[in-house]
């Protein structure tokens, strides 16, 4: 029944997002849909998120590839653009874990205001269809951030924060792994240096190869 409530609340969701932006492909379902078709093995591990997952693919294929993950970031997006397209981009690929990684659209308001609370219950949804479908969710932090070049006018390092003491406390109460990729990264002033980061936003590769390291201790994989 709880999965149920779940995807109606989904389709939902997608109905009434749906009317405001006719003829476009408001969660992006089609980004993928030639890669999810071309899988022919279950990925051990999918990763869901924005244009940090996205970028990571594109600058660190080989990360990927060579441990058979599947990267499905995309560009923007907030979790529930993520929840929407979590089916098609996790579930029917039926990995082992599944990694999301998600929210700073949401602090830089991409598709209009949205609660921290609303964010983690997004979250919390994708948690509890992988669940359902016997995947194992991993959470992870946000990663620093203290400006958005789209976005001038936020400040959102402390929201960044903030949203990542609900995330870590939800995982918690959920026993599910929690993974902090803020502690490693932050500059000391809730953002990226300039060594790892020109944007302040989102990360290098040697920010990446950060990432990974944490990531791959994580999910006890070399």
């Known amino acids: 029944m709880k999965r149920i409530l779940v995807i109606i609340a989904v389709f939902c969701l997608v109905a009434v997002t749906g009317n405001a932006q006719k003829g476009k492909d408001w969660a992006q379902y089609g980004v993928y849909k030639s890669a999810n078709e071309a ?6 591990v999918a990763f869901m998120g924005d244009s940090i997952t996205e970028n990571w693919l594109k600058f660190r294929k080989e990360f990927f590839s060579s441990r058979n993950f599947a990267a499905r970031g995309i560009s923007g997006q907030t ?20 990694v999301i990684l998600a929210g700073t659209n949401d602090i830089a308001e991409n598709c ?3 609660s921290l609370d609303n964010v983690v219950g997004n979250i ?3 948690c509890d269809i992988a669940r359902a479908n016997k ?21 959102p390092a402390p929201v960044v924060k903030e949203l990542n003491e609900k995330l870590k406390a939800f995982c918690q109460k959920e026993k599910i792994q929690y993974v902090d990729y803020h502690s490693a990264l932050d500059n000391g002033e809730g953002g990226l240096s300039a060594e790892i980061s ?4 989102h990360p290098l590769v040697s920010g990446y ?10 999910l006890k994989v070399k």
Request: net charge positive; proline share 7%.
């Open 39 to 44: 899988v022919t093995e279950s990925p051990a």
């Open 79 to 98: 979790t529930y653009q993520m929840l929407a397209r979590f089916q098609r981009d996790v579930v029917d690929l039926k990995p082992k874990k599944v």
């Open 112 to 114: 209009g205001p949205i």
């Open 124 to 126: 919390k949804s994708m």
């Open 135 to 155: 995947i194992k969710p991993v959470v992870c932090s946000v990663i620093p951030c203290d400006r958005f070049v789209w976005r001038k006018d936020l400040k």
């Open 198 to 201: 020109k944007d302040g936003c």
């Open 209 to 218: 190869e950060i990432m990974e390291e944490i990531i791959l201790k994580a």
